[in-house]
């Protein structure tokens, strides 16, 4: 998994990142197998797009652990996170 990290995201503000898988055999299909990414956010498992809009307030960080498995069915994972940001008045 070649992505190392992922940037903090914001209530109410759309969040788009993509996983990128550093080798392998396409096609890549991403889960994840630990943890759970913030609430509003999904994980497409086909292209590696994380999407949405955080929702809540305050401050919270999301660990989660990501497994890639490629084409010839070799798997590989990653522990990132994401810290959610704002909703507070």
């Known amino acids: 998994i070649g992505t190392a990290s992922l940037p903090d995201a ?3 503000v759309a969040y788009s990142q993509t996983l990128a898988a550093a080798n392998g055999m396409p096609p890549v299909n ?3 197998i630990k943890g759970d990414l913030p609430d509003g956010l999904t994980l497409d498992a086909a292209t590696g797009s994380i999407t949405g809009t ?5 401050v919270f960080k999301f660990n989660f652990i990501i497994r890639g498995t490629d084409g010839l069915g070799v798997t590989v994972t990653r522990e ?4 959610v940001t704002g909703g507070l008045q």
């Open 10 to 12: 914001e209530v109410g």
């Open 30 to 32: 991403w889960s994840v």
């Open 54 to 58: 955080p929702t809540g307030a305050g």
């Open 80 to 83: 990132l996170s994401i810290t």
